[in-house]
């Protein structure tokens, strides 16, 4: 704490002292203010919006997790989640109210789901969950709780949301590239067949 009573960054840096016998007299502690720095990655990894990840980071975190499951043979599952007929809500509403809208979905999301779980703004209406240790089957209970809570909260002033979500899980072998393109793939099925709904990645059912 500052002198103003404010939290900041340090960086510590404790260095033995000795005399000339080789005997230890004490330590010298180095201080160094990296609030700046902490901030400028903070504002590098959020969306300012929604207050959550953004798509650098979601990069840079979905990569460290195909990794881990790679080396250690996990689990971890990939939701993107798309809002429905949002377009509309700019057109109709405005974008004010637009933002509106994605920000409280945002807080619905992280709220329902687990602290170790990843959640992000993909870009536009559309986000991204990353789940570790996570099956294609629990992956799909959850996909399936996070639709039914978004259609049924009463939102302001366009009072109801609903959203489509595609899935895939890790499978040995697959690139971070054909992981994503399977949760592409059955977001776009989803939303085909009508939307408000939940879909699986193509070779998900085999795979598993």
Request: no cysteine.
């Amino acid at each position: 704490i500052n002198a103003f009573g404010g939290r900041y960054w340090v960086k510590l840096q404790i260095e033995a002292n000795y005399d000339g016998h080789g005997h230890l007299v004490g330590f010298t502690e180095i201080r160094e203010d990296i609030s700046i720095q902490k901030k400028l990655e903070e504002l590098w990894m959020t969306d300012q919006l929604t207050g959550l990840y953004n798509r650098s980071k979601l990069d840079e975190l979905f990569d460290a997790e195909l990794r881990r499951a790679k080396r250690y043979g996990t689990h971890f599952s990939l939701l993107l989640l798309d809002i429905d007929h949002f377009t509309q809500i700019n057109d109709t509403q405005g974008h004010l109210v637009g933002d509106d809208v994605l920000y409280a979905v945002s807080n619905i999301l992280q709220k329902n789901i687990r602290d170790v779980d990843i959640l992000g703004r993909w870009g536009g209406e559309e986000f991204m969950l990353i789940l570790p240790n996570t099956n294609q089957s629990d992956a799909l209970i959850l996909a399936e709780k996070l639709r039914n809570i978004l259609r049924s909260h009463a939102f302001t002033p366009v009072n109801k949301v609903t959203v489509s979500i595609g899935i895939s899980s890790f499978v040995a072998g697959l690139t971070e590239d054909e992981l994503f393109k399977r949760a592409d793939d059955a977001l776009y099925r989803a939303k085909a067949k009508g939307r408000d709904r939940v879909e699986l990645g193509m070779g998900s059912d085999n795979d598993a």
